[in-house]
């Protein structure tokens, strides 16, 4: 017997997480000198005071905890922006809105690590926070929706922190779902089997997004 | 099944523009959400091996000059960060091996694995079937003895456990591929848009997988 699959072995860690947002490029402003740097994962400066400079997050926090810059937060956490993702997830219950996958990892280690360069932080904060929230809830009512006709879900611009809560959860019940409905667990009669519904008319694959 | 060396010119384009410690990230996060053992990445782990190295002597060279320490904390983090990928990596693997080294060594998915893991798996089996023989099957009436087979009447090697490929994964593709048969009778089909999240049953998705042009999450 195909035991089931084990849950743990597919899931990243919220450290395997952050690990991977740190690689995001962002911008800093250098107060100091510094040649350019040949690093493995990539070219970057030359540092000059003033001068923006784009480099992975990680390096930007490195900089930032040892004073030698600041921290330009990206164009998407400004409270005009956030404001309006957040009006847009309200207002389409069955739609995410486009945001950096990893949106909730990225703006944590901003909040932890570079809060002074942040303005209006506790806005900024509270935003994103709905925002999850929002998005959350929809994730949840949109499970509802997968059956035992569930073949494939398509989840557009849903972020990696949200793959990664509800990955257990989907795959398990996907899992049984299409266990239960294989032929060896049913006998369908024939005729049953013809007269199901087609791709074009609310087709079995039922997305959570209508397309 | 992948060919290391099979690449074609637009392949091989894209693979110019990318970095190894990108590309190895990719293998990671694959090898990571794949139910299955993948192809092993000899050339790119030895690529990010000679860089690793390459590195270590420059953070050794830059050190002995006087560089200002903080270059050579950002050179080391740097390393530590492509050093610790590697080792997820094979780390990964060598579970998957465990969990399914018999599977694995009576399949084509032996050829999927390094001599370094061939000869782990070996062991791993030799170890693992000393250590049964000796605290149960050998207390166990003839004809139950095997470490393969429920008993002697089992025609196929029946206590073989081996990776569920009917399990679902997450994926995205970074170019449009058409439409996927989401089952055997091919009645259902998805159409994947390049950039879109979607979750699909591994096996439907599998040769995509196995060719880099579709990435799990």
Same mark, same amino acid.
């Given at each position: 017997?195909?035991?089931?699959?084990?849950?743990?072995?597919?899931? =990243?860690?919220?450290?395997?997480?952050?690990? +991977?947002?740190?690689?995001?490029? !962002?911008?800093?402003?250098?107060?100091?000198?510094?040649?350019?740097?040949?690093? !493995?994962?990539?070219?970057?400066?030359?540092?000059?005071?003033?001068?923006?400079?784009?480099?992975?997050?990680?390096?930007?926090?490195?900089?930032?905890?040892?004073?030698?810059?600041? !921290?330009?937060?990206?164009?998407?956490?400004?409270?005009?922006?956030?404001?309006?993702?957040?009006?847009?997830?309200?207002?389409?219950?069955?739609? =995410?809105?486009?945001?950096?996958?990893?949106?909730?990892?990225?703006?944590?280690? +901003? =909040?932890?690590?570079?809060?002074?360069?942040?303005?209006?932080?506790?806005?900024?904060?509270?935003?994103?926070?709905?925002?999850?929230?929002?998005?959350?809830?929809?994730?949840?009512?949109?499970?509802?929706?997968?059956?035992?006709?569930?073949?494939?879900?398509? +989840?557009?611009? +849903?972020?990696?922190?949200?793959?990664?809560?509800?990955?257990? =959860?989907?795959?398990?019940?996907?899992?049984?779902?299409?266990?239960?409905?294989?032929?060896?667990? !049913?006998?369908?009669?024939?005729?049953?089997?013809?007269?199901?519904?087609?791709?074009?008319?609310?087709?079995?694959?039922?997305?959570?997004?209508?397309? | 099944?992948?060919?290391?060396?099979? *690449?074609?010119?637009?392949?091989?384009?894209?693979?110019?523009?990318?970095?190894?410690?990108?590309?190895?990230?990719?293998?990671?996060?694959?090898?990571?959400?794949?139910?299955?053992?993948?192809? *092993?990445?000899?050339?790119?782990?030895?690529?990010?091996?000679?860089?690793?190295?390459?590195?270590?002597?420059?953070?050794?060279?830059?050190?002995?000059?006087?560089?200002?320490?903080?270059?050579?904390?950002?050179?080391?983090?740097?390393?530590?960060?492509?050093?610790?990928?590697?080792?997820?990596?094979?780390?990964?693997?060598?579970?998957?091996?465990?969990?399914?080294?018999?599977?694995?060594?009576?399949?084509?998915?032996?050829?999927?694995?390094?001599?370094?893991?061939?000869?782990?798996?070996?062991?791993?089996?030799?170890?693992?079937?000393?250590?049964?023989?000796?605290?149960?099957?050998?207390?166990?009436?003839?004809?139950?003895?095997?470490?393969?087979?429920?008993?002697?009447?089992?025609?196929?090697?029946?206590?073989?456990?081996?990776?569920?490929?009917?399990? *679902?994964?997450?994926?995205?593709?970074?170019?449009?591929?058409?439409?996927?048969?989401?089952?055997?009778?091919?009645?259902?089909?998805?159409?994947?848009?390049?950039?879109?999240?979607?979750?699909?049953?591994?096996?439907?998705?599998?040769?995509?997988?196995?060719?880099?042009?579709?990435?799990?999450?």
């Amino acid at each position: 017997m195909a035991g089931q699959s084990d849950p743990q072995s597919s899931v =990243f860690s919220a450290a395997e997480m952050e690990f +991977l947002a740190e690689d995001e490029i !962002i911008e800093v402003v250098p107060n100091m000198r510094m040649e350019p740097l040949n690093l !493995i994962s990539g070219d970057y400066g030359p540092f000059r005071p003033q001068i923006a400079a784009q480099v992975p997050l990680w390096l930007a926090v490195a900089l930032k905890k040892r004073g030698k810059c600041t !921290i330009r937060p990206p164009e998407w956490m400004s409270i005009e922006s956030l404001t309006q993702v957040l009006e847009s997830e309200r207002d389409s219950p069955k739609e =995410f809105q486009p945001l950096p996958f990893h949106y909730v990892e990225i703006s944590r280690l +901003l =909040f932890d690590h570079a809060r002074d360069d942040i303005p209006d932080i506790y806005m900024v904060r509270s935003l994103i926070e709905d925002i999850r929230d929002v998005r959350f809830h929809k994730v949840e009512s949109g499970l509802e929706t997968i059956s035992a006709r569930t073949h494939a879900v398509k +989840l557009k611009n +849903l972020s990696a922190m949200e793959v990664n809560i509800v990955r257990p =959860f989907v795959v398990r019940t996907l899992q049984s779902f299409y266990k239960h409905d294989s032929p060896e667990m !049913i006998q369908q009669p024939v005729q049953m089997s013809t007269s199901r519904p087609q791709a074009t008319d609310r087709g079995p694959r039922r997305d959570l997004r209508r397309r | 099944m992948a060919n290391e060396s099979g *690449f074609s010119m637009e392949e091989f384009e894209s693979l110019m523009a990318t970095s190894d410690v990108e590309l190895l990230k990719r293998a990671w996060r694959n090898e990571k959400s794949a139910p299955e053992i993948l192809q *092993f990445q000899a050339s790119l782990v030895q690529r990010s091996r000679e860089q690793i190295q390459l590195m270590e002597g420059t953070i050794e060279e830059i050190t002995r000059n006087g560089f200002d320490p903080l270059i050579v904390s950002v050179y080391q983090m740097d390393m530590d960060r492509a050093q610790y990928m590697l080792r997820s990596y094979l780390r990964t693997r060598l579970q998957k091996i465990e969990k399914d080294m018999i599977h694995i060594s009576k399949t084509d998915l032996w050829n999927r694995l390094s001599k370094e893991e061939q000869s782990f798996s070996k062991r791993c089996y030799e170890n693992m079937k000393s250590y049964l023989d000796e605290s149960v099957l050998s207390k166990l009436p003839s004809g139950y003895q095997s470490d393969l087979k429920q008993s002697n009447a089992s025609e196929e090697d029946d206590m073989v456990p081996e990776s569920n490929l009917e399990t *679902f994964v997450f994926c995205k593709s970074e170019s449009s591929i058409g439409a996927i048969p989401l089952d055997d009778s091919a009645d259902e089909i998805v159409d994947l848009v390049a950039g879109d999240l979607y979750v699909l049953r591994y096996k439907s998705i599998k040769p995509f997988v196995e060719n880099g042009k579709i990435d799990l999450v």
